[in-house]
């Protein structure tokens, strides 16, 4: 056994640990959410668990009997096909439950149906690559265009969450997490696609460091910082922010400009509102707005939009203490569970619960 096949073996078996423990986490609370993200999360994390379980007892198999070596192998690349959909159809969830029909699920899965009718058609007719040149040289074979067509078909599934309609008032996901996941998602597909073509022994490490890291990151979002939407909660209609600010550029104060937007459109409730978005409703640029919020509040621009929020949810529980603090949190903007407190707590002096406890008393 060499360096390199020992580390791609401890790798493998860190992902699988990752992994099941991951899935186990989320089975065991899969309950406390309405929603089926959990779940595909829960899916996702098992099968790619159990897929390295596989890996781990098929790489001390080859050890043992030293089996040949081959690039591009049959079915190997249609398993992580099937497991690249379903990493999707967690954020799919997070982001519109809605649209994850079975007419959609459906055609989520066609392609990897067709290829799979197609490879059953190539028993014991595959055509052997022992090294990627191999590749150019068949590459006009109906098997091997097959096999590399459940690779790179797997790269659009990585930019689906990007065309998904986008409303922050019925999503727990910002739109910065949205590209963030799709990037990881991109990262993965490409390492593995370069895996399967070159079968390198520091891609057969990176590979299963990258996926047991992005179950590891995606578990603790979900259960510990994701503030998501309650049912019993009646969502805002979806609102279109006045471009009226920005038709006026030539009214003479900017600071009630701002005023007008942060307290007549609110348009802090807005999770991925940020200076650059705020200076293009106000017309003007970054530099002069945060100057003028500065010379107003004595303070920046993310504490006044913290400001906003903590006072939304302070008076939501001083009207009702038994109202949903992280229901009001997600009205208010917040989509992280660690900031929405944290920042309640230095506004306030208090935590939610001891606020709510006041309220009550």
């Not at 098997?143 to 990007?162: G, Q």
């Not at 807005?270 to 003007?284: E, F, K, Q, V, Y």
Request: hydrophobic residues 50%; charged residues 15%; aromatic residues 12%.
């Amino acid at each position: 056994m060499n360096l390199a096949f020992l580390l791609s073996l401890a790798a493998t078996a860190m992902e699988m640990a990752s992994c099941l423990i991951c899935a186990h986490n989320l089975w065991r609370l899969q309950r406390d959410t309405f929603d089926r993200s959990r779940r595909m999360l829960f899916l996702g994390a098992l099968m790619s668990g159990l897929m390295a379980m596989v890996v781990v007892l098929g790489n001390l198999a080859m050890a043992i009997h030293e089996a040949p070596y081959f690039v591009l192998q049959p079915w190997v690349g249609l398993i992580y096909m099937i497991m690249n959909i379903i990493m999707v159809l967690y954020p799919i969830c997070v982001i519109r439950e809605d649209w994850l029909t079975r007419t959609h699920s459906f055609f989520l899965f066609l392609p990897t149906l067709i290829l799979g009718l197609l490879y059953l058609s190539f028993t014991n007719k595959w055509t052997l690559l022992h090294t990627p040149a191999d590749i150019w040289v068949h590459f006009w074979e109906p098997d091997v265009l097959a096999r590399l067509a459940s690779l790179f078909i797997m790269i659009p599934y990585c930019f689906i969450l990007l065309h998904l309609r986008y409303n922050y008032h019925s999503t727990s996901a910002t739109q910065n997490w949205i590209w963030n996941y799709a990037l990881g998602l991109l990262i993965i597909c490409c390492v593995h696609i370069a895996l399967m073509l070159t079968n390198s022994p520091v891609l057969l490490i990176i590979l299963p460091l990258l996926v047991g890291t992005f179950y590891v990151l995606s578990t603790e979002y979900e259960l510990e910082e994701r503030i998501r939407p309650n049912k019993q909660v009646v969502m805002m209609p979806e609102e279109a922010i006045s471009t009226e600010a920005a038709s006026a550029p030539n009214e003479p104060d900017l600071w009630s400009r701002v005023c007008r937007l942060m307290d007549e459109e609110e348009v802090w409730r807005n999770p991925d509102l940020s200076l650059s978005s705020l200076s293009r409703l106000c017309a003007t640029n970054v530099t002069y707005l945060s100057r003028v919020i500065l010379q107003e509040t004595g303070s920046g621009f993310k504490e006044l939009v913290n400001a906003k929020r903590v006072a939304s949810v302070a008076a939501q529980i001083q009207q009702n203490p038994d109202t949903d603090v992280q229901s009001a949190f997600f009205n208010a903007g917040y989509r992280s569970r660690t900031t929405a407190w944290r920042n309640f707590k230095d506004i306030t002096g208090q935590s939610p619960a001891d606020y709510r406890q006041a309220a009550k008393g």
